[in-house]
């Protein structure tokens, strides 16, 4: 006597397909981004006030004016100088 088994009807795993479709599309979307799109140039990018710093850099700064000015030396200090203290022991490795 033989013993006939049926198979049942195979259903599609759509869970799964839609989990493993959307992964394929998520890296297929970061792999454009890194290394297909089209990278901004650098005039979009910055802002207009960082546009100014070039002017700014031709600026002519004489230091010898500044030092000779009247409002400088009009300046006081308020601090002494510092001064070294005593750092550390003579001998590190002598017992306390």
Same mark, same amino acid.
Not at 34 to 52: D, N
């Given at each position: !006597?033989? @013993? &006939?088994?049926?198979?049942? *009807?195979?259903?599609?795993?759509?869970?799964?397909? !839609?989990?493993?479709?959307? @992964?394929?599309?998520?890296? %297929?979307? &970061?792999?454009?981004?890194?290394?297909? %799109? *089209?990278?901004?140039? &650098? *005039? @979009?990018?910055?802002? /207009?006030?960082?546009? #100014?710093? #070039? *002017?700014?850099?031709?600026?002519?700064?004489?230091? %010898? #004016? $500044?030092?000779?000015?009247?409002?400088?030396?009009?300046?006081?200090?308020?601090?002494?100088? /510092?001064?070294?203290? $005593?750092?550390?022991? /003579?001998?590190?490795?002598?017992?306390?």
């Amino acid at each position: !006597m033989a @013993i &006939i088994l049926e198979e049942g *009807e195979k259903k599609f795993n759509w869970k799964g397909f !839609m989990t493993v479709s959307a @992964i394929l599309l998520l890296l %297929a979307g &970061i792999s454009y981004a890194l290394f297909f %799109a *089209e990278t901004p140039k &650098i *005039e @979009i990018v910055v802002p /207009q006030s960082v546009r #100014s710093a #070039s *002017e700014l850099s031709q600026v002519q700064f004489d230091p %010898a #004016s $500044v030092v000779n000015s009247a409002s400088f030396k009009a300046l006081r200090r308020y601090v002494g100088e /510092q001064t070294t203290g $005593v750092l550390g022991r /003579q001998n590190p490795f002598v017992k306390f």
